[in-house]
Structure formats: C-alpha cells, structure tokens
C-alpha cells in the first residue's frame, strides 16, 4: 500500500477501472515520450499549443529556450531563460515569475511580473502559449 492509499483509496499499481479509450486502468503513453512516461498523473501540467504536454513533479523549474531549462520553448520570442515556476510557502500556492525576460509574461492575458498558478490559467511567454493544469502536485515541505 502506498503513501497516497489512505487518502486516494488505491496504490498507483491498482487498476482504476476503464478509461475511455478502452484503456482498462492504465494512463495513456504520450506517443514519442519515454517508456514510462504518462501524460495522466499527479504532478504540475503545462500544455503547449502543439498540444504535447509537460508533466512536473518537483519545483522550482524554468521555463525558456535554452535546454538548460526544465521546460523548453523553441521560440524566438522566449528569453532563454523567461520565467520560474516554485512553491511559494507564504503564499501557500504554485506561482511563477518572470526572470527578466525580454517579451514579459501574461497570465490569462494580463500582464505581470509575478503570479499565482490555478487549474486552467492560461500563460503567455513571448508569443509561446501554455495551458496550466494542477493535476495533484502535493508540496514534500
């Protein structure tokens, strides 16, 4: 039994019943992704525009061009390093800042220097675009 059976019911190993799909109790493998690697899951989302889905499961991360980043935006308009994305434990939420980025950050199309992330907000980075979704990220602090 694992550390989520109390409160979620089942270990992550059992079956959770049919999926649409016809995916009997297993996630759905991204196509090109990892063996291993689910799109479904706990952890942070950020879905991008091309529709490929980034699942982080430990803060902080970068977002930006470079490689060097935990997310990675192939587009000119992105800084290399443009925004970060942590626990803030005053806040008690998952928020992100921009880290001097050159095309600034947008959350649901306001703009801002600093953020808190919710289900479904909408982020914009230069002209890159992205989707959150809090999926279950549970903060280990």
Known sequence: MG?????????????SGSTPGGKEGKEASKPGAPQGSKEQGFGL????????????????????R??????????????????RVYYDEQVGNVCIVDVDSL????IND????????YDGCQIKLGK???????TGYIHPG
Do not use: C, M, W, Y
């Open 128 to 134: 890159a675009n992205l989707t959150f979704r809090d």
């Open 110 to 117: 306001q703009p801002t220097r600093k953020n808190v992330l």
């Open 66 to 83: 470079s490689d060097q980043n935990g997310i990675v935006l192939k587009d000119d308009t992105v800084s290399s390093t443009h925004a």
């Open 3 to 15: 550390p989520f059976s109390k409160i979620f019911g089942q270990s992550a190993n059992e079956d």
């Open 45 to 64: 989302q950020f879905i991008i525009e091309s529709g490929e889905t980034k699942t982080i499961k430990t803060l902080p991360v970068s977002i930006g």
């Open 103 to 106: 095309n600034g950050l947008f």
